[in-house]
Structures are given as structure tokens and as C-alpha cells.
């Protein structure tokens, strides 16, 4: 009977010990297979397209032909996070914060200088019609865009962007959805949940910024480029379907794409697809290459005043 016991803990212990060093040495692929599990299910969708009517009205904004915009700016975020949570793992080596995060106290100057002198932030919609020259927009218009999908665009960003009455795009990552919400832990790696995306449904317009493919090969390639086109689509097509089959607008993971991403996006119906390529937006530009100018970290208002085209 002892001897029975003493064995099966023997073998409790054995087994423990393998199943750990198994898993330590597999680590990397068995935090994949979690993510995984956790993609927002392929079949799904959003349901989001009764919240979404607002972004298809477009406004008449009555401008004088002398105060109509020749350009419009369109802004790039990733994450909003407040100065005390950003830890180190959202630091470089030298206590430089990340390309992808900014301040809110960055954020709420800028938003609520761009409150302050009067612009208006465009929906897609009228950015497309003033592509074509069939919408004369006010000269201080922007588009304000996310890039991702952080759970911080809910809980950060969001509260102001509506106190300014300002509204956004969001451009998500489909399958990092969470189906079912998550309490909010500033500063760590979360991604909005379905919850969120209802919640800020009336300032956030939402993309497509793929469904699982906002990725990089071993060789540093991006997977909408490296992977062949059919594999893309479907890829895509998961995306279209988790935004209530809306394939409207699309956002290049890391910026990156050449001309057969294009030619897909088209094929798959997309009408406004952005890079992130350094411009502004005029008249008869492609909008399926839309140019889109990146706020960092380190931007100050002089750079964030001269993005907007303002010398001082
Ligand atoms: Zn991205």
C-alpha cells in the first residue's frame, strides 16, 4: 500500500517535471496556440452596422469657396495610455516610449488644440467625396485614425475625442477581438472586445487592418506581402465578415503593401485604402493609396501644428 503511494508520487513528480520542461521548450508555440484559441471565432460578426449608420451621412458643410480645403491631414494612432502606466515594456533601452504609444496628456493637447482652432474631423465618406471633388470640405478638417485596435482607444481616447465631438476610424485587427470583455489593465497588450467596439460605436468608424495577418515572417516580410494572394484573401475575407460584411476601408499592417495588395483590396471591393506613406490628401488623389502622417511619442505641438500643415 505505502509502496504503492510512494510510487505514485514518484510518478506525480515525474510526470510534472516533463510536462513543464515540455512546455518551457515549446513556449513560444504553445502562447501561439492560446492566441489562437482566442482569434475572435471566423464565422462571427460584429453586428455593428446599426451603430455605424452615422458614418454614411454625409454633412453639408456649406463652405465659402475661400475657406474650402485644398488638402486634408490624415492623422495615424496606435495607443493612448496615461504617463503613470507606461512601464517598461513599452520603453526602449534608453527610456524612450515606443513608436506606437503616446501620452494622453500629448494626446488631450493636441486634440483639444485641434478643438480650439475649429477643425472638423472628417468620416471617411466625406474624405472619399472630397477625393473625387464632390464635397467641399471646411479648410481645418482632419481625419483622426487608429491603427490596431488597443483596448486604451476605448478608455483613453475615446472619452475625449467625444467630449470635443470628434470622431475617428479604427482600424482592427479582426481576430484579436475579444469576444467577451476583459477588465481594462492600462498599459499591458489588450485588445478591444466586442463590448468596446458598441461602446464607442458612436465616435469610432471601424476598418478592416486584416483578420490574423498583421504579422511578419521570420525574415522581417509582412504576411499580406510575403504569403500568396489567395491565402491573403481569405484572410481578408474573415475581416469582411467580422465587420457585418462592411469592405469599405483598410489600413496596411506596418504600412507595407505592393501593387497585387492593392489589386486584391479592389478586387475584394475596398474603395479607401490607406499606407502609411508621409503626405496629405488633395483633390484626385488614389484612394486607393491614401498617404497618412503618423503621430510618435516625441511629437511636441510644434511637430504635431506642422503635421497639420501650420508653420507655427
Ligand atoms: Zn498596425
Redesign the pocket.
Known amino acids: 500500500m505505502l509502496k504503492t503511494h510512494g510510487f505514485n508520487i514518484l510518478f506525480t513528480i515525474i510526470f510534472i517535471s516533463l510536462f513543464t520542461s515540455i512546455l518551457l521548450f515549446y513556449r513560444a508555440e504553445v502562447g501561439n496556440a492560446l492566441l489562437r484559441d482566442h482569434l475572435f471565432p471566423r464565422h462571427d460578426t460584429f453586428n455593428l452596422a446599426s451603430c455605424q449608420a452615422w458614418a454614411k451621412e454625409v454633412r453639408d458643410f456649406n463652405v465659402r469657396a475661400d475657406t474650402m480645403a485644398n488638402k486634408v491631414t490624415v492623422l495615424v494612432y496606435?495607443r493612448v495610455i496615461q504617463e503613470k502606466d507606461i512601464k517598461s515594456n513599452l520603453l526602449h533601452n534608453d527610456g524612450s516610449i515606443v513608436d506606437?504609444v503616446i501620452k494622453k496628456s500629448n494626446f488631450e493637447q493636441q486634440m483639444d488644440w485641434l478643438y480650439t482652432e475649429g477643425y472638423t474631423t472628417l468620416t471617411l465618406k466625406e474624405l472619399e467625396l472630397f477625393m473625387k471633388g464632390e464635397l467641399n470640405v471646411p479648410e481645418k478638417s482632419v481625419v483622426i485614425t487608429f491603427?490596431?485596435g488597443f483596448k486604451d482607444n476605448a478608455y483613453e481616447a475615446y472619452p475625449l475625442l467625444k467630449e470635443y465631438g470628434f470622431n475617428a476610424v479604427n482600424?482592427l485587427?479582426t481576430g484579436l477581438i475579444e469576444k467577451h470583455d476583459h477588465h481594462y489593465e492600462p498599459g499591458s497588450f489588450q485588445y478591444l472586445s466586442l463590448d468596446d467596439l458598441h461602446n464607442s460605436c458612436d465616435v469610432f468608424e471601424y476598418g478592416s487592418?486584416t483578420y490574423n495577418f498583421?504579422k511578419r515572417t521570420p525574415d522581417g516580410d509582412s504576411f499580406l506581402i510575403s504569403n500568396n494572394t489567395k491565402v491573403v484573401q481569405s484572410d481578408i475575407e474573415v475581416s469582411i465578415r467580422h465587420l457585418d460584411g462592411s469592405h469599405y476601408s483598410f489600413?496596411f499592417?506596418?504600412?507595407e503593401y505592393n501593387d497585387t495588395s492593392i489589386q486584391l483590396l479592389r478586387k475584394l471591393g475596398f474603395n479607401m485604402i490607406f499606407t502609411s506613406n508621409y503626405d496629405d490628401v488633395h483633390v484626385g488623389y488614389p484612394t486607393n493609396e491614401i498617404p497618412r502622417k503618423e503621430i510618435f511619442p516625441d511629437d511636441g505641438m510644434k511637430e504635431f501644428k506642422a503635421k497639420l500643415g501650420h508653420r507655427r
Open positions: 496606435h506606437t491603427d490596431d482600424f485587427i487592418h498583421h489600413a499592417p506596418y504600412g
